[in-house]
């Protein structure tokens, strides 16, 4: 089933058990085409996440006169144009839903010789970017956006960049990213300081491909000019795609699951550590590095959990994880508090409205408020929840239906294959019932 009809049925599931391996991690991904686009030579990646974000990052770079092979499922052979080689084009540059893909674009794009227009889906076009086109301005840049700072963003051509310190308000890899990418092009040096250290893909990856960068937790310094010489990445499994699967496990009696080779950066493994401190058996084997990030098979076991008040410095780290955190927290034994997380408001959809509202359908008490919520563990039934078109939250209700009687009917589930294509399979195969 396809567009805003497609829906999910769901309900009790089996045991999770075996070993699943989830699709590229979406972050590395964006990053690896953009920067390969920038490089000089060959990038090949592997691993790359075949979804429909970072699909369109890949058709925008495409657009900009980069040439993209896709020799096989995952692998990209990116011939690099340099610094200086992207070509400009009257089109509209389409980032369908991706957040990360608009913002880091609008960094690159700000910097360029010539014009160009970001445009995005329904969500996208709801999303603020006034938080990177204030920065940006800020560095030269000139950038026109709809009323309220909404997409679409126009980017005009031929400003010239001077590198500035900026301390962002809040803690964003993406805003840090796009104003590090306009920096390579900038005149002197850019600075970035956050108020909670954000994933550092971007940084790590451009050392990987030669830029000299300077960075610690928290602030990212780098001077315009330097060139990126092509590499190979090898793109490991998103954390992100395999909290379902470990938000499942652990709440499934019987369950023992393997998930393969999972991306462990630090800035991203906030859930491990909420669902532990919940009761969770959640054990790493085989860690190893894959393309300079620490990777790890995580071999899971249901076990009971009891609430917590989810400690507000890890918030960063699990930002993309709330909505499988809501369900934990749903079938755990007492309350789950949640704070300092606002920015959950102004993702995919308002994940604090989606997650209380699709929760409460199914019969358990969450109180919102405006920067979190209070969930009270309890027995879920069956319902009706819509997930407002946000991936996320659609395999969190899929998730959530694997502990109930009734049947689930998840409504507007298309956008799944935004992030995890193959999601309803691997998901069957790990014993969850799911039906599309
Ligand atoms: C991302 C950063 C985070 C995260 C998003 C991916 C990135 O967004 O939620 O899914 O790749 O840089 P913010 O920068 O808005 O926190």
Redesign the pocket.
């Known amino acids: 089933m396809s567009g805003a009809s497609a829906h999910w049925v769901a309900s009790l599931g089996n045991a999770l058990t075996g070993s699943v391996r989830v699709p590229g991690d979406?972050?590395v991904s964006?990053r690896a085409v953009m920067l390969g686009a920038i490089a000089e030579g060959t990038t090949r990646i592997r691993g790359f996440l075949e979804g429909e974000d970072t699909r369109a990052t890949a058709r925008v770079l495409c657009r900009l006169g980069v040439r993209i092979d896709a020799p096989g499922d995952g692998e990209r052979l990116v011939q690099g144009v340099g610094l200086n080689g992207l070509r400009g084009t009257e089109a509209a540059l389409d980032c369908g839903n991706a957040?990360?893909g608009m913002r880091l674009l609008a960094g690159l794009l700000a910097a360029q010789s010539f014009d160009s227009t970001l445009i995005g889906d329904e969500s996208l076009s709801k999303r603020p970017m006034r938080r990177v086109i204030d920065p940006l301005a800020a560095m030269g840049a000139r950038i026109e956006s709809e009323p309220g700072g909404l997409p679409p963003l126009r980017i005009f051509g031929g400003a010239r960049l001077r590198g500035v310190e900026t301390a962002t308000p809040v803690?964003?890899?993406?805003?840090k990213?796009a104003l590090l990418l306009a920096g390579l092009y900038a005149e002197g040096e850019t600075v970035v300081r956050e108020p909670h250290p954000?994933?550092d893909y971007t940084e790590r990856m451009l050392a990987a491909f030669g830029y000299p960068i300077e960075f610690t937790p928290g602030v990212a310094r780098l001077r315009g000019g330097h060139r990126l010489t092509a590499i190979d990445i090898d793109v490991p499994a998103d954390l992100s795609s395999a909290a379902f699967f470990i938000v499942a496990a652990t709440l499934v009696p019987g369950s023992v699951l393997r998930i393969e080779a999972v991306g462990m950066n630090p800035r991203r493994t906030g859930l491990l550590e909420a669902l532990r401190a919940m009761g969770a058996d959640i054990r790493e084997e085989n860690r190893h590095e894959q393309g300079g990030e620490p990777v790890a098979d995580l071999v899971v076991r249901h076990a009971p959990l009891h609430g917590i008040d989810v400690p507000v410095d890890i918030v960063p780290d699990m930002?993309?994880e709330f909505p499988a955190l809501f369900v934990a927290a749903a079938c755990a034994k007492g309350r789950t508090i949640v704070r300092g997380a606002a920015?959950l408001r102004v993702?995919e959809s308002d994940r604090i409205a989606t997650m209380a509202t699709g929760l409460r359908a199914l019969g358990i008490g969450v109180e919102e408020t405006p920067d979190g919520a209070v969930i009270e563990g309890g027995r879920l039934g069956g319902g009706v929840v819509e997930s407002h078109g946000d991936h996320r939250i659609a395999m969190s209700f899929a998730v959530a239906a694997q502990l109930t009687d009734g049947n689930v009917r998840i409504n507007d589930v298309a956008n799944v294959a935004t992030s995890f294509p193959g999601f309803v399979a691997l998901a069957r195969e790990a014993g969850m019932n799911l039906a599309d």
Do not use: F, Y
Not at 171 to 175: D, G, H, I, T, Y
């Open positions: 979406k972050s964006h957040g990360t803690a964003s890899a993406q805003v990213s954000t994933r930002i993309d920015e993702k």
